[in-house]
């Protein structure tokens, strides 16, 4: 069996078979160059689908919509608008999210409840339904309008976030596309993340669902800290199945796990461009953690080390202060024995068995100066591993983060 | 029964009867104006006593000496350096906490077990011990030291943290000091927290035990969040009995209520002062939770408002971005019905029923502006209520912590 998982030049959700786009620009957002504030996703047979919604206790009507009918319903679009998350506006927010559905679904001539719906932006303004009214009737659907897509669902980040990789499974050729908006925040603390992942895959329901799900763990989950979810964070797949292989519905068969990789490296790549989009910020900091017991230990702690303000500003002034990373893995609470830690900035050793060695100071200072800083910290206890991303804390973030609504 | 809580003019760690202190400079921090390193408070009796200690996994051997002792010994005196954390620093560090409580000792002549120790600073350095040989015999100890105590144990912070209570018990006067060290940091994550209460109070230490462990949940950890714990965060409260009161020994008495509240008036005023005192800023960021289902939820519900990076940033820019604190809020995954807040900024609501209401932006931009800030949720649906406190986030903040060690 070919295990290989080739990423496909300016893949996006329109590469898989069967899928087309488009956006527009309606005024939800202000305006500027390129700027889109609505956008569909199209397939043109219904599609088997899963998702992962906010944990947070306030949810965007918006997002109670979808996770209503993802599990009942075959999915066939996604709508989705920025500039208003449709959140914390009374009884109205949900009367706007089905409207929003239900004017795509004349558009597009399928049923209501086949409707996806997602929103991002401000909190506390009521959708403006007028200019859903007259610019969603009027988006033009196309296999090129993935890049557009993209576009559409962005707030404060720099730039689209967005990949497709190919597989084969049963000699078919399997595609994987994916895009995201990123919390745009440098500590994703109550930030929107979206992540929409489209594939012409055939694969039952239960597979579907589980491999998202072990997906985001490992990569958006990674970004964040557990519960400190914004009110509109969505992650949906959809899958088509017009590449026409045979069914996936064993996920221990070879077939289902690469394709299950491939929906992983589609998370984590976007993970990553995500982390690296924060507010005020370009670098991504990248800390990994080995030798844990377990894998949730791993986990836990890896984030710990990314969710750090000091860690953060750390890195930010290329200072090498490990005893912050080693105070932020601590603070995780998990198994470790001081005396067998090792940590690593870029492949260099700065502490063995939990003491500062001699390094070269200056050496630390031009790796934490790089556009990617790698922490590794093996804990020398277990062979379990997990990575987690973060950005770097700076000014910029604080004078954009002061001046958002007003 | 007379239930006034008097505040005692200039009062500090050595208002309570018997108790004297003093402090050096040695050189473990750089000079300056007033700068003291090493501190010592004493009591003239052997006190009953009692702590609460980081629940961090890495932890400094300063915190385990005094962990060790605190539980089967009485406590005579409290020995604390700052400049120096004595953490992650092998075996040397242990060594060097009971090195530090031997000379102690000596210099006292009392026995090394009744000795506290107390480290914050620079993780990853050893203790200087020739300073310590050095300079701990040299403090001079008096009744008027507590002030310069106070002064001995600072880091990044910008003013000394001391107060005290006069009460009265058993037509006896009682008084309880303190003392703290803030965290110096915005978000007190994995930052440094020292405070020591001095009590003339004749009370049995299990008593004590429940009364301290109470205070500090409703006051330290409320500028904290859960698990994230600096290696050296040490509350310690000792009681000479000198008052000469009939001995506190049981919590549902009104003198021990009393007493009750006052160690909680002392940490609840330190814990602010910390707060206040964060690295770039001055202003106070004071969160009241009310109506909450239980007192649980309201504690952590307040603790996830102040501790959101994009509160303190919305709250430095001025702007009442109530979107912010109701995602902080919902983040914390307590119980609520969204659909039932309402949201007071100093005192003017700006949220009712979960919605805004066209309340006078201007005036909200005022308040806040002002020295406290003061954000009230109501969630409406209990009777319990919780505060936590903590501080914007500024560009010096993140000027400062980009340049800490190098």
């Known amino acids: 069996m070919n295990n290989k998982i080739e990423v496909i030049d300016n893949g996006n959700v329109c590469s898989p078979k069967g899928f087309t786009s488009g956006s527009i620009f309606s005024g939800i957002k202000s305006p500027g160059q390129d700027k889109k504030d609505i956008g569909i996703i199209f397939s043109e047979k219904p599609c088997v689908s899963a998702g992962t919604f906010t944990q947070n206790s306030i949810v965007s009507p918006s997002v109670s919509w979808t996770r209503n009918i993802i599990n009942s319903e075959n999915i066939q679009a996604i709508v989705a608008n920025s500039g208003c998350a449709n959140t914390a506006v009374g009884i109205q927010g949900l009367k706007d999210a089905e409207e929003m559905a239900k004017i795509t679904s004349k558009k597009l001539n399928i049923n209501?409840?086949?409707?996806?719906?997602?929103?991002?932006?401000?909190?506390?303004?009521?959708?403006?339904?007028?200019?859903?009214?007259?610019?969603?009737?009027?988006i033009e659907l196309s296999s090129n309008g993935g890049h557009g897509f993209a576009n559409s669902i962005l707030t404060t980040d720099k730039?689209?976030?967005?990949?497709?990789?190919?597989?084969?499974?049963?000699?078919?050729?399997?595609?994987?596309?994916?895009v995201a908006k990123g919390s745009g925040m440098i500590h994703p603390n109550m930030a929107t993340m979206l992540s929409f992942i489209t594939t012409d895959v055939d694969i039952e329901k239960v597979s579907l669902q589980k491999i998202i799900k072990s997906a985001v763990k490992k990569s958006f989950n990674q970004i964040s800290v557990d519960g400190d979810q914004s009110t509109n964070d969505t992650v949906l797949i959809i899958a088509n199945g017009l590449a026409n292989n045979n069914k996936l519905n064993d996920l221990?068969?070879?077939?289902?796990?690469?394709?299950?990789?491939?929906?992983?490296?589609?998370?984590?790549?976007?993970?990553?461009?995500?982390?690296?989009?924060?507010?005020?910020?370009?670098?991504?900091?990248?800390?990994?953690?080995?030798?844990?017991?377990?894998?949730?230990?791993?986990?836990?702690?890896?984030?710990?080390?990314?969710?750090?303000?000091?860690?953060?500003?750390?890195?930010?002034?290329?200072?090498?202060?490990?005893?912050?990373?080693?105070m932020a893995i601590g603070a995780s609470q998990i198994d470790l024995i001081e005396s067998k830690i090792?940590?690593?900035?870029?492949?260099?050793?700065?502490?063995?068995?939990?003491?500062?060695?001699?390094?070269?100071?200056?050496?630390?200072?031009?790796?934490?100066g790089e556009e990617v800083i790698r922490f590794k910290i093996n804990l020398n206890i277990g062979n379990k591993s997990a990575k987690a991303w973060g950005s770097e804390l700076t000014e910029e973030y604080v004078i954009f983060n002061s001046a958002y609504t007003t």
């Open 112 to 138: 209501i409840n086949s409707i996806a719906v997602a929103s991002t932006g401000i909190i506390g303004v009521e959708l403006p339904m007028a200019l859903m009214r007259k610019y969603i009737p009027k």
């Open 159 to 178: 730039r689209t976030k967005e990949i497709a990789f190919s597989i084969k499974i049963h000699n078919k050729e399997v595609k994987v596309g994916g």
């Open 252 to 326: 221990s068969s070879e077939e289902t796990k690469l394709f299950s990789t491939a929906v992983q490296k589609v998370c984590t790549f976007l993970a990553k461009e995500i982390a690296k989009d924060g507010e005020g910020n370009n670098r991504l900091i990248e800390t990994e953690i080995i030798g844990a017991k377990t894998k949730n230990d791993a986990l836990l702690a890896s984030r710990y080390v990314i969710s750090s303000n000091l860690v953060k500003t750390a890195v930010y002034g290329r200072d090498p202060n490990w005893g912050r990373i080693i």
């Open 342 to 368: 090792d940590i690593f900035v870029n492949d260099i050793q700065i502490v063995a068995e939990g003491v500062a060695i001699s390094y070269n100071h200056q050496s630390i200072v031009i790796a934490m």
